[in-house]
């Protein structure tokens, strides 16, 4: 009985302090997170310490809709990425993390969001940040989480504002992430009361050209000797809408026959259309890119193929995408015309972005 009583005073004093903004800290202990077969428990540098080999572990029975989460991460030189998960609901969640081995580069800390356990970080580029990480001790990341905004901070050094979580998720569980070995330790939170920040000049005028609604198909596995326009057309197709840069984040509203295992993953693909409508026999400039693979159909005949996945144009090759990058001169017909575009994708982020004008 006394061992339930101090059971239940403990966990209340627990709640408590979450509700009163305390700074929790989550011991590295097996019974405190949801684990994997990857991740085991040590002492190591007078700490208790997880080890996560790859994958993600959540903290247990917590959540946090606003707050600030903490951890260290031992010094590691060697390719691999750790970081913090938040606002997980299933397989869609925020994360940021610390690619060590890339201190000083321009790419050494990122944050992307993660729909259907498929990682985008190829679609936001404007969300990583250059940072010099210790070579030896510990490196500390803090994310700074105020309604659908986050800051970032490396040792303490503020490295990086998101100014949009794209999940728009409002709450989900916290934890760790890890791609290859990396080693942690000092897991805390604080839940917090969200901010009212000055918001920044919203009135930059959105480009009239871009194309914001895309007709998608379910994924498949690609096989190019099964790729033919006729079989487009008998597929369903579901309405959707891009971010208002006009991006398509096509995991957002598409499940991969396989998904979560990086370049790993068997490549799918979908077919997104839209409709042009031309007065008169005119010609188009299209502009667009995507990632991984396209190809272009213009009423029924391909007009362009191409290739920008990750490292397909050299090892430092990132593949991120800009609406400007390849450029069409449509020929249209007076009437409708039909753009058809196979995109394919591996990992790193399933995307379409374009414009016509």
């Known amino acids: 009985m006394t061992k339930i009583i101090c059971s239940i005073i403990a966990l209340l004093s627990f ?20 684990v994997s077969q990857e991740t085991t428990f040590e ?31 031992y010094a590691n030189s060697i390719r691999s990425f750790a970081g913090i998960t938040f606002r997980k609901q299933n397989n869609n969640m925020e994360e940021v993390y610390m690619r060590m081995h890339k201190s000083n580069q321009v ?22 940040a250059r940072v010099s990480f210790k070579k030896t001790g510990w490196n500390s990341l803090r994310i700074e ?18 100014d949009k979580l794209i999940t728009e998720q409002n709450t989900g569980e916290i934890g760790l992430f890890a791609l290859f070995s990396n080693r942690f330790s000092n897991f ?16 930059v005028s959105v480009d009239p050209a871009i194309i914001t609604k ?14 033919y326009f006729e079989n487009f057309l008998k597929e369903e197709y579901i309405t959707v809408e891009t971010e208002a840069s006009g991006l398509l984040p096509i995991s957002k509203y598409i499940k991969k026959s396989s998904s979560g295992n990086f370049e790993q993953n068997e490549e799918d693909y979908i ?27 213009l009423n029924g005949k391909a007009v362009f193929k191409g290739n920008n996945a990750f490292r397909t144009k050299g090892v430092q090759y990132m593949g991120h995408i800009n609406i400007n990058t390849n450029k069409l001169y449509l020929p249209l017909e007076k009437g409708a015309n ?20």
């Open 338 to 357: 039909k753009i058809h575009c196979v995109v394919m994708d591996k990992a790193n982020g399933w995307g379409l972005i374009a414009k016509i004008e």
């Open 43 to 73: 002492k190591f540098d007078n700490r208790e310490t997880l080890v996560l080999n790859s994958g993600r572990v959540t903290v247990k029975n917590q959540k946090i809709i606003n707050g600030t989460i903490e951890v260290d991460v």
């Open 145 to 162: 989480v105020n309604k659908q905004s986050a800051e970032v901070f490396v040792n303490d050094e503020k490295v990086m504002t998101i």
């Open 107 to 128: 790419d050494a800390v990122q944050y992307t969001p993660i729909f259907n356990n498929e990682s985008n970080w190829q679609l936001f580029r404007e969300n990583q």
């Open 214 to 227: 895309w007709e998608i198909t379910k994924s498949k596995s690609y096989k190019a000797e099964e790729i």
């Open 15 to 34: 709640q408590l302090a979450i509700a009163q903004g305390s700074k929790i800290k989550v011991e590295m202990v097996a019974s405190n997170w949801n």
């Open 271 to 297: 077919v997104a259309s839209t409709m042009v409508q031309a007065d008169r026999d005119e010609t188009k400039l299209f502009s667009f890119d995507y990632s991984d693979r396209i190809i272009v159909y």
């Open 188 to 203: 805390r939170f604080t839940a917090k009361e969200a901010v009212e920040r000055a918001k920044k000049d919203s009135s």
